[in-house]
């Protein structure tokens, strides 16, 4: 998560119905010289309206398409809701978790909208997230000798054990993956390009990392070790400063 100046929810929503109101300008050309609007003001008024009986302000974005005016929501790890404002009576809507490979199809009435983005908004994602990876450290330790095809190395009980605790020390939920030395990786990556990952081994109490920040390149890759303990602390600074 990157820290940015936040606005309050009255000023995003004055933002948001300026945008809205842009969004009436906007036309598609269907190759005439004669443009058309692509958002009618019957969607314009809708989505004013919508928007002010809001209780969570959304990132707006308009679609070139039947799809209509975008509200979005962005959590960590991935997860997302977004729905679009049409002239459908119906609002088609999108949701992405943690334990969710894809998006989930829905489609709510306008008076059940702001419920449903306060339920999502209002959501533990990061206990969603680390349930999903407790259960892949799960299927990890199921895996037998030569699991890839290649001589990869089963995962010991000490391995899975230290990955676990872990991973339910840290505020942050990285993506875990399986290394064939019978070590256990876990990885960030930020919108911007930095990058972060650490080898989880059960011989000692060092975890190997490497870390590249894209933010800065005069820093570059960087390989290091830390204490197991120092984990978290190390995580959280890389999520909130780069």
């Not at 969570?56 to 977004?82: C, H, M, T, V, W």
């Not at 909208?113 to 999903?132: D, S």
């Not at 930095?194 to 005069?218: R, V």
Request: glycine fraction near 6%; proline fraction near 3%; hydrophobic fraction near 30%.
């Amino acid at each position: 998560m990157i820290k940015v100046k936040m606005m309050n929810n009255s000023e995003k929503l004055n933002e948001n119905i300026q945008k809205i109101k842009e969004f009436s300008y906007y036309t598609g050309d269907r190759g005439s010289n004669y443009p058309e609007k692509i958002f009618s003001n019957i969607i314009i008024e809708r989505a004013i309206n919508l928007v002010k009986s809001l209780e969570y302000q959304p990132d707006l974005g308009a679609k070139q398409s039947l799809e209509g005016i975008q509200f979005r929501y962005n959590k960590d790890y991935g997860s997302y809701f977004r729905f679009f404002v049409s002239e459908r009576i119906s609002l088609h809507s999108y949701i992405k978790l943690p334990d969710t490979k894809k998006e989930i199809f829905l489609v709510y009435r306008e008076d059940e909208i702001n419920q449903k983005v306060k339920e999502f908004m209002e959501m533990n994602v990061g206990e969603k997230a680390l349930k999903n990876n407790l259960e892949k450290l799960n299927r990890f330790s199921k895996f037998k000798a030569n699991w890839n095809g290649y001589g990869a190395n089963p995962f010991s009980p000490q391995v899975i054990e230290k990955a676990k605790k872990l991973l339910e020390s840290l505020e942050y939920q990285p993506k875990v993956f399986p290394v064939p030395n019978g070590n256990i990786q876990f990885e960030y990556e930020k919108d911007n390009g930095s990058y972060a990952e650490f080898e989880i081994s059960d011989n000692n109490d060092m975890i190997f990392g490497y870390k590249d920040n894209k933010t800065n390149k005069d820093i570059g890759g960087e390989i290091f070790t830390i204490f197991t303990n120092e984990l978290n602390d190390y995580v959280k600074d890389f999520m909130e400063k780069y």
